[in-house]
């Protein structure tokens, strides 16, 4: 069983959906299905303009800072993905300020505010809504509001490749979300996609930049729905018949269950005497705490089947991290808590005493 934040599980009939023959990308027969897929990706963003990429999420944070930032970028680093937009900016010598923070720790906007408030080149904004590496939800919305106060022209980019799919974002004073094939949206990796706001389209129409990753020419192309280059075609189906369930479902229904299994597995685990690990929890993922975090997994992993991740850099071994991204089911989420509560026994930590399947069935039910 696969609870890793990424990759996700690929529901059986998303599968069935990619598994016809190669279409040509160029042919009225896949412009059909992208204007399809494209109408649910901005239906479900709830922006005004998208664009699809054949490269993994990274590509889609790499196009981001170069076509965004005119002048100087303001990255946020509470993690691995948050210091990879500052990495970006770096490799392409696109100068920038780093905010960073323990990886447990959100930003707060008023360090935000007084950055901005004293560099009047930064021009853009980069960060996580949920961080990966520590599981942490940063305040993204209230960043932006508060962006968007001083001046609305400095872009705010919010990298939601581990947020889209999981809650309802509020994109009021968001210029650029991003999101990937292979965390919430239970696809293969290998596609990425990003929400504009107008004001966004327009300042990237206003100095078109670089080729693969030029998006003034992807917009224009998927407009008319085809792409700059070859399409993911196989990816764009999958897409679109994951969407179509979402919506057929109702994404409130997915935001509320994944809240409600995030909040459960959290409970559970605290009642058990774990530590969960940031200081704001996303829904995505149950990051905990543990010295004994890859004994744990190692348990998990053998005896019962299940492979959750660890951590990365200085926190190797000291974390463990579960998906609830995607469409998990119940048995498969309680059996994470249990499983986890039987390898505290199996290490002396804790006697095994049925309590966080307890707990998680009260709530998540
Ligand atoms: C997975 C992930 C990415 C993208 O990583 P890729 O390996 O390039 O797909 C970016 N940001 C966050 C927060 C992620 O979790």
């Given at each position: 069983?696969?609870?890793?934040?990424?990759?996700?599980?690929?529901?059986?009939?998303?599968?069935?959906?990619?598994?016809?023959?190669?279409?040509h990308?160029?042919?009225?027969?896949?412009?059909?299905?992208?204007?399809?897929?494209?109408?649910?990706l901005?239906?479900?963003?709830?922006m005004?303009?998208?664009?699809?990429?054949?490269?993994?999420?990274?590509?889609?944070m790499e196009?981001?800072?170069?076509?965004?930032?005119?002048?100087?970028?303001?990255?946020?680093?509470s993690g691995?993905f948050?210091?990879?937009?500052?990495?970006i900016?770096?490799?392409?010598?696109?100068?920038f300020?780093?905010?960073?923070?323990?990886?447990?720790?959100?930003?707060?906007v008023?360090?935000?505010?007084?950055?901005?408030?004293?560099?009047?080149?930064?021009?853009?904004?980069?960060?996580?809504i949920?961080?990966?590496?520590?599981?942490?939800?940063?305040?993204?919305?209230?960043?932006?509001?508060?962006?968007?106060?001083?001046?609305?022209?400095?872009?705010?980019?919010?990298?939601?490749?581990?947020?889209v799919?999981?809650?309802?974002?509020?994109?009021?004073?968001?210029?650029?979300?991003?999101t990937?094939?292979?965390?919430?949206?239970?696809?293969?990796p290998?596609?990425?996609m990003?929400?504009?706001s107008?004001?966004?389209v327009?300042?990237?129409?206003?100095?078109?930049?670089?080729?693969?990753?030029?998006?003034a020419?992807?917009?224009?192309?998927?407009?008319?729905n085809?792409?700059?280059?070859?399409?993911?075609?196989?990816?764009?189906i999958?897409?679109?018949?994951?969407?179509?369930?979402l919506?057929?479902?109702?994404?409130?229904?997915?935001?509320?269950?994944?809240?409600?299994?995030?909040?459960?597995?959290?409970?559970?685990?605290?009642?058990?005497?774990?530590?969960?690990?940031?200081?704001?929890?996303?829904?995505a993922?149950?990051?905990?705490?543990?010295?004994?975090?890859?004994?744990?997994?190692?348990i998990?992993?053998?005896?019962?089947?299940?492979?959750i991740?660890?951590?990365?850099?200085?926190?190797?071994g000291?974390i463990?991290r579960?998906?609830h991204?995607g469409?998990?089911?119940?048995y498969?989420?309680?059996w994470a808590?249990?499983?986890?509560?039987?390898a505290?026994?199996k290490?002396?930590?804790r006697?095994?005493?049925?309590?966080?399947?307890?707990i998680?069935m009260?709530i998540?039910?």
């Amino acid at each position: 069983m696969l609870l890793t934040p990424g990759p996700t599980a690929v529901p059986e009939f998303v599968r069935t959906a990619m598994s016809g023959e190669t279409l040509h990308h160029r042919t009225p027969e896949f412009e059909n299905i992208f204007k399809n897929t494209r109408e649910l990706l901005l239906e479900m963003l709830d922006m005004p303009e998208v664009v699809m990429l054949a490269s993994s999420g990274t590509g889609a944070m790499e196009a981001c800072v170069t076509n965004l930032t005119h002048k100087k970028a303001l990255t946020i680093n509470s993690g691995k993905f948050g210091e990879r937009f500052g990495k970006i900016a770096q490799a392409h010598n696109i100068p920038f300020v780093e905010l960073k923070y323990e990886w447990n720790t959100p930003t707060s906007v008023e360090d935000v505010v007084k950055v901005i408030s004293g560099d009047s080149d930064i021009d853009a904004v980069f960060i996580q809504i949920c961080e990966s590496a520590g599981g942490l939800r940063h305040p993204v919305e209230a960043l932006a509001e508060a962006v968007k106060k001083i001046n609305k022209d400095i872009m705010v980019v919010a990298d939601g490749i581990t947020a889209v799919g999981v809650e309802k974002i509020d994109t009021a004073n968001i210029d650029a979300l991003i999101t990937g094939s292979q965390k919430a949206l239970m696809l293969p990796p290998g596609l990425a996609m990003i929400g504009f706001s107008t004001v966004a389209v327009k300042k990237i129409e206003a100095k078109s930049y670089g080729y693969y990753f030029n998006l003034a020419t992807e917009i224009k192309k998927q407009r008319e729905n085809t792409t700059a280059w070859t399409a993911a075609t196989t990816l764009i189906i999958g897409l679109g018949a994951i969407l179509e369930k979402l919506k057929e479902d109702g994404f409130d229904k997915l935001y509320e269950k994944t809240s409600l299994r995030a909040k459960a597995t959290r409970e559970a685990l605290l009642a058990i005497g774990l530590e969960v690990y940031p200081a704001t929890p996303a829904d995505a993922m149950t990051t905990i705490y543990s010295e004994k975090s890859n004994e744990i997994r190692k348990i998990l992993k053998e005896e019962f089947d299940l492979n959750i991740a660890g951590g990365q850099d200085h926190l190797k071994g000291k974390i463990f991290r579960i998906n609830h991204m995607g469409l998990v089911a119940d048995y498969e989420a309680v059996w994470a808590v249990n499983t986890i509560e039987k390898a505290l026994d199996k290490l002396g930590i804790r006697d095994f005493d049925g309590t966080a399947n307890k707990i998680f069935m009260e709530i998540n039910s």
